[in-house]
């Protein structure tokens, strides 16, 4: 995963600790952490406040910042971009669970928050994808966690 080698070069220049979020950490961050108000996407019910998607992005990124931040001030957690989280794919569990872990391991990586290549529906916070580690495309980047 290209990303990684990034974090590992980021941490090394920096002697900081860089990482992908987990699965859970960006979800809690998306849905604006303890001051969320439920919004089905990350600052909105209105996918078009917050997002570059399908139906607004003439098929392109946009600037960082364009749209409305969720409530911690997070911008383009729906939309703009997918985001790789650190977390193997699998299926989520039954039973209700509080920062739940993915697997140790698979073949696929999650991504989150939709992009402006998909449906507003791929933009819910709730969504979530997944591809191989190698996966290439220019409608997924990442967010670093810290």
């Known amino acids: 995963m290209e990303c990684q080698s990034f974090i590992t070069k980021l941490n090394r220049l920096t002697g900081k600790t860089f990482r992908l979020p987990t699965e859970a950490e960006w979800e809690f961050a998306a849905r604006g952490g303890k001051q969320s108000q439920g919004y089905k996407y990350a ?13 607004n992005s003439g ?4 600037a960082v910042a364009t749209k409305t ?5 997070l911008y383009d957690m ?5 985001e790789w989280c650190s977390d193997w794919y ?11 872990a993915g697997p140790t391991s ?41």
């Open 43 to 55: 600052g909105s019910n209105d996918p078009s406040e917050v997002s570059w998607y399908s139906n």
């Open 59 to 62: 098929s392109q990124t946009h």
């Open 69 to 73: 931040p969720n409530e911690l001030g």
């Open 78 to 82: 729906s939309g703009n971009v997918s």
């Open 90 to 100: 699998g299926p989520y569990g039954s039973e209700p669970q509080t920062n739940p």
């Open 106 to 146: 698979g073949s696929y990586r999650t991504y989150r928050g939709g992009s402006w290549l998909f449906s507003e529906k791929n933009c819910r916070v709730s969504a979530r994808d997944w591809r191989g580690p190698d996966s290439h495309s220019t409608a997924i980047g990442m967010r670093l966690a810290f």
